[in-house]
């Protein structure tokens, strides 16, 4: 078999993987479940590629993703629920729909913000996909019958708490400025400390997932995603470290053996160098 630019040449490979017998044992093995933690991955690093300009590896990395479209298509179509294609239709289907700004005839073109459209038609989106679970016999209950219940359980947690507090501030609940956040940020702290003093493990955790929260709506109120922001400092934590890593073994020594004066020394060094 050799490789293609045709996306049905990596379909075959996919369904010849996931072959009993003659397929990879592993592939074979996979269900949805199993094959969520790389999806995550492959989304992450994606995601890196971009925040590095490194567009060669950009290019793997949406491969190594659309692998992961294909292998969750190819298990659900072993399942007779839907195949690669169904996916593709469903998308194309769902876009075409949502921009009739775009896609519509010349009334739909002229009509008001694309943005109010967007968002009507995509709460008609969400009654018919109530309306369809109960068509299956399923629990509309069970998939969330509250205002926020449409932001994926699955972000990541800061991604999240941004998309529940942006759905929120569309109905005005929501902070008019950014600085009465700031003396939230201390209550929420001072109410840390608290927990803190009392000993109580659950409380302090609660507590400083409130402080999370806080903070990231404070970052929102001043066109700052907490996610980017964490990212950023993360590798500026791993930079300075780096810096600190090499300087030591320079002189013979390394981040095992330092003491932790030797390293804070080193640490401010590589905040000054910058």
């Excluded at 369904?15 to 044992?25: D, E, F, I, K, Y």
């Excluded at 947690?157 to 507090?165: D, E, I, V, Y």
Aim: aromatic share 6%.
């Amino acid at each position: 078999m050799q490789p293609s630019k045709d996306i049905d040449r990596l379909i075959e490979i996919m369904a010849a993987l996931r072959t009993p017998v003659t397929g990879c044992p592993w592939d074979v093995e996979q269900t949805f479940e199993t094959i969520v933690p790389y999806t995550l991955e492959e989304a992450y690093e994606v995601a890196d590629a971009i925040a590095r300009g490194d567009l060669q590896d950009l290019r793997e990395e949406l491969g190594d993703l659309l692998l992961q479209v294909v292998f969750h298509s190819r298990m659900a179509e072993e399942a007779g629920e839907f195949s690669f294609g169904d996916v593709v239709e469903a998308i194309t289907k769902k876009m075409i729909r949502r921009h009739p700004h775009v896609f519509g005839d010349a009334e739909a073109r002229a009509a008001g913000s694309a943005k109010g459209m967007w968002d009507r038609i995509k709460a008609e989106e969400k009654a018919e996909k109530r309306s369809a679970r109960l068509a299956r016999g399923l629990d509309p209950e069970d998939h969330g019958k509250g205002y926020l219940d449409g932001v994926p359980v699955a972000l990541p947690a800061l991604t999240r708490a941004l998309k529940l507090q942006e759905k929120a501030a569309r109905v005005g609940f929501d902070w008019k400025e950014a600085k009465p956040i700031l003396e939230k940020i201390e209550e929420e702290i001072r109410e840390l400390r608290e927990a803190m003093e009392q000993g109580k493990a659950a409380a302090v955790a609660d507590e400083f997932g409130d402080v999370l929260f806080a903070l990231v709506n404070f970052g929102r109120h001043l066109s700052i995603d907490a996610e980017t922001a964490l990212r950023g400092t993360n590798e500026k934590f791993r930079t300075r470290l780096h810096y600190v890593e090499q300087a030591l073994e320079k002189r013979g020594s390394s981040l095992e053996d330092a003491t932790l004066e030797e390293m804070e020394e080193l640490w401010q060094e590589a905040k000054d160098s910058k």
